[in-house]
C-alpha cells in the first residue's frame, strides 16, 4: 500500500469537514437564537421584526427559581423526567395536556444547562407549574410522594425537610398532611422544609411554557 498516509489523510478529511458542517450548520441555526417578543411586525421595508416595547420572552425565572434548578440537577430530577412538549404526530404530548403548545429551541435559550432529558419515569415536567400550582402539594410530594401519589415509584426527599417541635415559628412554615395521613409527624412535631425544597418547589412552579414566541403559537383546542 504506497499510498497508504494519502488514504488515512483522505479518511480524516472527510470525517472532519462532516462534522465541521454538522457542527457549523447546527451554530448556524440555533447558536444566534435571542429572547422575541410574542408577536411580529412588518417594518417599513417589509422585514419581520419585533413588536418595540412589547415584553421578551423567555423570561428570566426568578433568583429562588434559578437555585432551585441547580437542585434539580444535584438529586437527579432530569434521570427520570423530561421537559420538552413534542410535536404531534410524534407524539400524543398536547393531547395527554402536557402543555399548551410543543417546545421549541429557543425557549431553552437562558439556560446554562438544558434539562430536556430523555427519558419519562415520571411525567414530563415543562408545564408542571401550569398543572399543579399548590407549593404545599409540591413539598409533601418531595418529602414523600407516597403521600400524594401512592403507589409513585419516585424516591421520597425526606432529607431535604427537618423535623422539628411544634412553635408558633415552626408551625408557620410546616408542611400540611392531609387528614390522617400515616406520614405526618407525631403530635407536637412538624416538617419543616430547608431552603432546598423551597427553592426546588419555587423551580418547579416556575415550570411553563404559556408564552407565544413567533414559531410557537398556543391555538385554542390545539
Ligand atoms: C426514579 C425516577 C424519579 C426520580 C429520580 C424523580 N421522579 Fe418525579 N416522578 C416520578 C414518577 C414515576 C412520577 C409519577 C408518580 C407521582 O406523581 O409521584 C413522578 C412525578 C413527579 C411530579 C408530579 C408530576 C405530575 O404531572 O403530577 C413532580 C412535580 C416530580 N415528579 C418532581 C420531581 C423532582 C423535583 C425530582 C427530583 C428532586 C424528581 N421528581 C425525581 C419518578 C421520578
Known sequence: MKHFPLLLIGIFAVLASSFLVFVLTTQNQLGSLKQSTEGL??????????IEGDPLFPAKKPGLADQGSLEYIKMGCVYCHSQQVRRAPLSVDIER???LRVSVPRDYILQDRVLIGNQR???????????????????LHLYNPQITSPGSLMPPFPFLFELEPISEATAASALVFPEGSEFSPEAGWVVVPSRRALALVEYLLALKFDY????AIILENE
Open 212 to 215: 407565544n414566541l413567533p414559531e
Open 121 to 139: 419515569v415520571g411525567p414530563d415536567l415543562s408545564n408542571i407549574g401550569l398543572r399543579q400550582t399548590d407549593q404545599n402539594w409540591h413539598l
Open 41 to 50: 411586525e412588518q417594518n417599513d421595508d417589509g422585514e419581520l421584526v419585533m
Open 97 to 99: 395536556g402536557l402543555g
